[in-house]
């Protein structure tokens, strides 16, 4: 065997030539946890069994970070191999093994240790409660940042088992992958002992301690339990119902959908303030954003959908993700595409199958087809030379297409051989690894149906197809010619093995739904001819099909004259999205759709549809009208979310046009409306105004110029004293359009250890709010310039949200040219590249339509 690569991460070449080494790991962990302490110290001993005895040293990844994010050496001391003291050298955040000190079978590695604890950038997080000075502790350690807690090997395929015994504060308790077992109490500290877990990969253990709070749900088998601070006791109290609800209902779907018990020893949510992600699915233990959980806000119907499927999608990882785990990152999708359809597919089995379905259009497919019709795009499988790149593959492609491509699979091999296929995966990679040629080959099993060639095309290839549909009627109003074609929507010469379902829609009758194919670039549909002559034609009826489906003229035409006399909700839907594809292609002006949102939002009730339909209005009226058509339309838009924000028959929607009219409203009577609200001078009705809402408020008036803003913002942030408080002071403070305010703000971003992410990441969308586009234009190039230190100091998504405020958020050509000579004159790495020519599409799209609305004025 050569000699194991010791670069900086952990290389896809050291995994592979450890985990055809070493095996049966565990690691027995001991831990002390203070009050208030800048580090963690620990003992670890870590057993293994090595299938031969390695000629060089065996790399143990352990590694610390100094004050600017860059990698150091590890803190480890009085160091054993195999009962041997040892002092191993140390390379880019390895502990280098000797060799001679290790043999074939059964060895053992142990050593004293102290790692970090900081409040922002470590991977044990620190977090104060302002409300009562409490103090917690969490650990988060994706992709690899385990080795950044203590000495292991950091990868996903060298399952171990844990024991854990914890040190910490008497009034503290700990939640960990699995429930204690034994507690002795010394003095004013506890010691908590933790039994051994089943086989997880080493980014899934975790704990957090600190004065949590605890409620339980009854549950068959698994013990269920909610851990929240101690301040949000009762708001969680509040909430406990709908959250239990979801836990037991959740539990007993996916038991009986995999066909398999629940993996682990109980399972428990731990809701964390600040948490960088939705949600974290550690074996037993998925720690959740706060945020998510209890609302900031009032709740619309989406809010509450996205908690309840935030929970879901967590769940569904306990299964897929981890009891059988990716063997490597670049097969994330398996478990972060699958624990997203998963999570659709018990809201379909626990209500209405077409509503869900519906929201899993609205939610999922635009994201993902908006990045598909980028040149950063990546395909599905995505390849990670080394770990520390592995924050990249997070994304839409992930979380948005892959969910797509499973129910695009679902729908082409049936539900019941889709089942099959994914309880065989669970069955033979249990407490182990899978790759997606294992996954592909029990789907292949289970249908009958050789599905390699399918998975090439949808797995393998980047970017989707765009579909559109050529048809005729002759002077008999019968179809006389109807064909399908497809074209690659980067141009780089792609095709895919396309099946649908063609909604024919008539003014005066009831639709007709055919079943078409399309594997190569045409293909004629012999079975359209001689129906009756539709009003339109839509080529992908309850969206079992991927790509962006494109609308003929005539048909969109017609669509826009019968939208509001067509019942189905979910047909409605996935015609208001065709409509709005042809709006980004150009081939609608932004303001005759302005125009017929404006007409048909007052009698849309269907609350998810409006809210959709009031985020592309916001999208066009900010991004793509002209300056003197969004001055002319400003009153009536305005008109508009003022009168449904008080009039609209639901709490959802009068929540969704208040949230529109913070978000947009410019005139000093839309400014006026808010301070009436801000000052309860008026209400909405049964709307409560909540402190993230009156956040919110002084954050737009701010950002607008207003002269209540800094006033308002001055007094809340003296009223308001809680974590939230600041954080949300912080937020506003960010849209003040002062020059010297954006450069001490870009300044902090830029500083290491400083600002909470969270903070970061909430006030970057108001640092380069919509109408301060050339206050803003300067910081592009500086933010593109600050992407390799993003990448290596922040967490997953926080270069893509960096790019989406300080690229997409941009509007000129001005803008666009800083970008392109970015990346002409700068050989950024490939990753950062891509992520950079997504943003950059965007950003041209918005350009192009704005030319040409200008153009034909």
């Known amino acids: ?20 080494l070493v095996s049966n790991v565990r690691y027995k962990l001991s831990i002390e946890l203070r009050k208030r302490a800048a580090r963690m110290p620990g003992h670890i001993a870590i057993q293994f069994e090595l299938a031969a005895t390695p000629a060089d040293p065996l790399p143990l990844d352990f590694r610390d970070l100094d004050s600017t994010g860059k990698v150091i050496e590890g803190s480890a001391r009085g160091i054993k191999v195999n009962g041997s003291a040892a002092e191993p050298a140390r390379s880019n955040g390895h502990i280098l093994i000797p060799g001679k000190l290790l043999h074939r079978g059964a060895n053992q590695i142990e050593m004293d240790f ?32 385990a080795s950044l807690a203590f000495p292991c090997f950091d990868q996903p395929d060298l399952k171990a088992r844990f024991t854990l015994e914890v040190t910490l504060p008497s009034d503290w308790i700990v939640v960990s992958n699995n429930p204690p077992n034994h507690t002795i109490m010394i003095g004013g500290f506890a010691q908590r002992w933790f039994p051994e877990t089943r086989p997880i990969s080493t980014y899934l253990f975790a704990f957090a301690a600190g004065p949590f709070e605890r409620l339980e749900a009854q549950s068959d088998k698994t013990p269920l339990a909610l851990y929240v601070r101690r301040s949000m006791m009762a708001r969680a109290k509040e909430e406990w119902p709908a959250l239990a609800s979801v836990m037991r209902q959740g539990m007993a779907r996916m038991v009986t959908f995999f066909d398999q018990p629940f993996p682990f020893e109980k399972y428990d949510e731990v809701v964390l303030p600040g948490f960088a992600y939705g949600g974290m ?20 119907i989406n809010d509450r959908n996205r908690r309840e499927l935030t929970m879901l999608h967590e769940m569904a990882h306990q299964w897929f993700g981890d009891l059988v785990t990716m063997r490597w990152f670049d097969d994330l999708w398996l478990k972060e595409g699958f624990a997203q359809y998963m999570a659709y597919q018990t809201q379909a089995e626990l209500g209405d199958p077409e509503t869900v379905w519906k929201r899993f259009y609205e939610s999922i497919k635009p994201v993902a087809y908006q990045i598909d019709g980028t040149h950063g795009t990546t395909p599905i499988y995505q390849q990670i030379p080394n770990l520390k790149d592995a924050k990249s593959a997070y994304g839409a492609i992930v979380y948005q297409k892959a969910p797509s491509l499973l129910h695009l699979l679902a729908f082409d091999i049936g539900e019941v051989n889709f089942r099959q296929g994914v309880r065989t995966v669970l069955r033979e990679h249990a407490y182990a690894n899978a790759e997606w040629s294992d996954l592909i080959e029990a789907f292949s099993r289970a249908s009958g149906k050789n599905l390699t060639p399918w998975a090439n095309a949808w797995v393998q290839q980047r970017g989707m197809p765009q579909i559109e549909i050529a048809w ?7 179809i006389s010619s109807f064909e399908l074609s497809q074209k690659d929507a980067l141009d780089e010469g792609h095709l895919w093995p396309i099946r649908t379902q063609i909604l024919f829609g008539y ?32 080529g992908n009826n309850e969206d079992h099909a991927y790509g962006r489906f494109l609308l003929d003229e005539r048909s969109r035409a017609a669509i826009t004259l019968e939208l509001p006399r067509i019942a189905n909700p979910f047909q409605r ?144 942030r003296q009223r308001d004293q809680t974590e939230d408080g600041r954080k949300y002071a912080y937020v506003a403070g960010a849209g003040l359009p002062q020059p010297e305010n954006k450069r001490k703000y870009f300044a902090e971003y830029l500083a290491p250890g400083g600002v909470p992410e969270d903070w970061v990441t909430a006030s970057l969308p108001v640092f380069n709010y919509w109408n301060q586009t050339a206050l803003t234009l300067g910081y592009v190039k500086p933010a593109l310039d600050a992407l390799p230190q993003m990448k290596r100091e922040r967490k997953i998504f926080f270069v893509l949200n960096w790019l989406d405020s300080f690229v997409e958020n941009q509007d000129s050509p001005e803008a666009l040219k800083a970008v392109d000579d970015f990346l002409a004159g700068t050989s950024a790495d490939p990753d950062l590249r891509l992520k950079i020519l997504e943003a950059r599409d965007e950003l041209a799209r918005t350009v192009r339509i704005r030319s040409l609305t200008v153009a034909a004025q």
């Open 281 to 300: 699915e550690h074996a037993g233990a998925t720690f959740l954003n706060e945020d998510v959980v209890l609302f900031k806000s009032a709740p619309t």
């Open 1 to 20: 065997m050569p000699a194991f690569s010791i670069d900086e991460g952990v290389s896809r070449t050291l995994a592979r030539d450890r985990a055809r």
């Open 472 to 478: 005729a009627c002759d002077s008999n109003q019968r």
């Open 573 to 716: 839907t996935l015609l208001w999205g065709a409509v709005w594809d042809s709006v980004r292609e150009s081939r609608m002006p932004p303001l005759d759709y302005a125009e017929l949102a404006l007409r048909l939002l007052p009698s849309e009730k269907d609350a998810e549809l409006a809210i959709s339909i009031l985020g592309h209005l916001r999208t066009t009226y900010t991004s793509y009208l002209s300056e003197p058509q969004r001055a002319a339309f400003a009153v009536r838009l305005e008109d508009l979310l003022t009168g449904q924000m008080t009039e609209a028959s639901s709490t959802d929607l009068r929540i969704s046009n208040f949230r529109a009219l913070v978000a947009v409203g410019t005139t000093g009577r839309a400014r006026g409306v808010l301070k009436d609200l801000f000052a309860g001078r008026t209400t909405i009705p049964d709307v409560p105004l909540k402190q993230r809402d009156r956040w919110n408020i002084i954050a737009a008036l701010t950002a607008l110029n207003d002269a209540a803003g800094p006033e308002y913002l001055t007094a809340e």
């Open 114 to 145: 102290d790692s970090a604890i900081a409040e922002a950038n470590r991977a044990v997080t620190r977090y104060i409660d302002s409300e009562d000075g409490s103090e917690y502790l969490y650990t988060l350690f994706v992709p690899m940042d």
């Open 507 to 538: 003014a005066d009758g009831e639709p007709v739904v055919l079943t078409a194919a399309l594997d190569a670039a045409k293909a004629l549909v012999p079975e359209a001819i001689g129906k009756n002559c539709p009003a339109y034609v839509f």
